[in-house]
């Protein structure tokens, strides 16, 4: 089982063709990737409440695709509202927070008192991380002891400081998606970080599956020699790419698994 | 699909022929390879048949000991240039020339050159009078334009998905500008490429040892075209414009 933790629903600026539901379920097919969370572009891009609500319009009740609550930082009143309104409905898991878009650095006062908020609220939280930022969700986790938050791309090429910040604070998750793959990332991270913080998440459907797949696959970590066990992964290496492929999302965000 | 099944795929897909893999070691990063032999074997585990290789040495410090490092291997050698000293730069494309090399490659991000300088358009200029296929490092958007009207036979090997329009549209009517596609990876980037500008505009790139060759074997091992146009963009149309015998 796969379980993508970073996805997107929606089109794109850039030159690509990809913002139907279809479009989402058949690039998991490409890849056997069973289930996805997935945020609303225009929620993430430019409006929040607006991509919130045609993201609940458009979520199909078909289990494979679940729903962040985008939340802009600067509309705290309005992300209230939209976490009320959609969290734990069954199809709304998390939230989704883009501090490059909102000009909202993770520092800030207005992305401090949002991850306050979701905090309250037990909500799991997506947040993009690049560079050393990684260190500041670390802090936020550290200073709210019922925070439990996702750093997206694990800090891109700053995975030195995710897997610092990781090894802080056992409730940072972290995910590898990144359209650059240079070598050593993967392997990097998982040598030092306890793989029950580690998920799998792709930019789905703004990056293929393949750049995080080919990533943590060219790890080594899903090594093809040797027997097969009922989830195609055997021993302690197994148990560490079950976990990083869908046992900690699962239990993350209480995903149905059976 | 477990994982394991999905990296069992991997290993169906043969390459045969990648155009960008680099022998040598950045100072400042961890995971060159300065052995050739070393090389060629995490090229074999990346079921890659043959290469294009270019050398750190000359990139980095000497364009005449770096090329010769290459030139004395068995893999298709790619000639470096300095874009920061063109006078020489210009003595090695003669120099290449004459050894019988078909493709340089420019390092301008590694040299801290950009497509305006005056050096990059003239050994541009000159390595395509000299009928060198050139092996383009840069941002597409703006290197695309030192080559533009001069009949040039490119290869961009930094060709991100976020710049694929810019690429086209100077495609269209750069009939010898081609694309890795090593960051061609978003959901359709591939695809798009061969519905508008044709498949033979894609040849297979890695960056081996820098980066993992399962991004770009898996992009195209999972990709919506047909056998046949898979095996084009796997090495067929490298090894035709490189002049490589299959």
Request: with cysteine.
């Amino acid at each position: 089982m796969i379980i993508d933790v970073h996805g997107h629903w929606g089109p794109w600026f850039f030159t690509m063709e990809v913002g139907s539901v279809e479009t989402n379920l058949a690039v998991m097919d490409r890849y056997g990737i069973d289930m996805a969370i997935v945020s609303a572009t225009e929620a993430v891009c430019y409006d929040a409440p607006a991509g919130n609500r045609a993201l609940a319009d458009a979520l199909p009740s078909s289990g494979r695709l679940y729903g962040y609550v985008t939340v802009n930082p600067r509309q705290l009143d309005a992300a209230s509202r939209d976490l009320a309104r959609y969290f734990g409905d069954g199809r709304f898991v998390g939230a989704k927070l883009h501090t490059d878009y909102t000009e909202s650095p993770i520092t800030s006062p207005q992305t401090q008192d949002a991850l306050t908020m979701l905090a309250e609220l037990d909500c799991p939280v997506l947040v993009h991380t690049w560079g050393r930022t990684v260190l500041d969700l670390a802090q936020s986790c550290v200073d709210r002891p019922r925070l439990r938050a996702i750093a997206g791309h694990m800090g891109a090429d700053g995975y030195p400081y995710a897997i610092e910040a990781a090894q802080s604070c056992d409730r940072l998750y972290l995910e590898p998606s990144w359209s650059q793959a240079p070598a050593g990332r993967i392997s990097s991270v998982l040598a030092a970080v306890d793989d029950r913080q580690l998920l799998f998440g792709t930019d789905s459907t703004l990056i293929d599956p393949a750049s995080a797949l080919g990533a943590v696959l060219g790890s080594g970590l899903f090594d093809t020699a040797g027997p097969v066990g009922s989830a195609g992964l055997t021993g302690p290496a197994g148990l560490t790419a079950e976990r990083l492929a869908w046992r900690n999302a699962a239990s993350l965000f209480d995903l149905p698994t059976s | 699909m477990p994982f394991r099944q999905i990296a069992a795929q991997l290993g169906e897909l043969r390459i045969t022929f990648d155009v960008d893999a680099l022998l040598g070691a950045y100072p400042g990063k961890d995971g060159g390879i300065t052995d050739s032999g070393e090389l060629g074997a995490a090229l074999r585990e990346a079921n890659t048949t043959a290469a294009a290789v270019a050398s750190l040495r000359a990139a980095l410090f000497d364009v005449h000991s770096g090329n010769d490092e290459v030139l004395a291997t068995d893999f298709t050698p790619v000639g470096g240039l300095d874009l920061r000293d063109a006078l020489g730069a210009e003595r090695e494309l003669d120099r290449l020339a004459e050894l019988g090399v078909r493709a340089i490659r420019l390092f301008p991000d590694e040299q801290h050159a950009e497509p305006d300088f005056p050096a990059v358009r003239h050994l541009v200029r000159r390595a395509t009078e000299l009928g060198f296929v050139v092996l383009s490092g840069g941002d597409v958007r703006r290197f695309w334009k030192p080559y533009a009207g001069l009949g040039a036979t490119v290869v961009f090997l930094d060709t991100h998905f976020y710049h694929l329009g810019d690429f086209l549209i100077a495609a269209r009517e750069e009939m010898g500008f081609h694309t890795s596609t090593r960051l061609l990876n978003s959901p359709d980037a591939v695809e798009t490429v061969a519905s508008s500008v044709g498949v033979e505009r894609m040849v297979y790139g890695s960056r081996t040892p820098y980066a993992e060759s399962a991004v770009p074997r898996l992009r195209l091992a999972r990709c919506g075209l047909s056998a046949s146009d898979v095996a084009l963009i796997a090495g067929t149309t490298a090894r035709r414009l490189l002049g490589v015998d299959a």
